[in-house]
Nanobody, 124 residues
Framework: QVQLVESGGGLVQAGGSLRLSCAASGRTFSSYAMGWFRQAPGKERDLVAA????????YYADSVKGRFTISRDNAKNTVYLQMNSLKPEDTAVYYCAAKFDHITVVVQSRYDYWGQGAQVTVSS
């Protein structure tokens, strides 16, 4: 069982930056692939970025490539999402998720554990 808690959301002006953190419980965090998803009002939840258990492999949605960076610190049981050059269309609730797997997981339905979400609002 893994429990995930996101933090770091908030309100930022367009062009600004935020860093989301997701702290995981349990001693086997390094065995989990991790992902960040987001859901804007009235829209489906979509994958933003994913990272393999070791951090060696990452995946980004086209809409955030070059602006967002996913990383992890297995010693701290934490995964991060650094968000730069934020746009109003990045406004959403951001969720982290975990899947017991060593590869980078890009299919939402394969994730087993989810955090409660963190609101990110980007003003124009």
């Amino acid at each position: 069982q893994v429990q995930l808690v996101e933090s770091g959301g908030g309100l930022v002006q367009a062009g600004g930056s935020l860093r989301l953190s997701c702290a995981a419980s349990g001693r086997t965090f390094s065995s989990y692939a991790m992902g960040w998803f987001r859901q804007a009002p009235g829209k489906e939840r979509d994958l933003v970025a994913a990272i393999s258990w070791s951090g060696a492999t990452t995946y980004y949605a086209d809409s955030v490539k070059g602006r967002f960076t996913i990383s992890r610190d297995n010693a701290k049981n934490t995964v991060y999402l650094q968000m730069n050059s934020l746009k109003p269309e990045d406004t959403a609730v951001y969720y982290c998720a975990a899947k017991f797997d060593h590869i980078t997981v890009v299919v939402q339905s394969r994730y087993d554990y989810w955090g409660q979400g963190a609101q990110v609002t980007v003003s124009s």
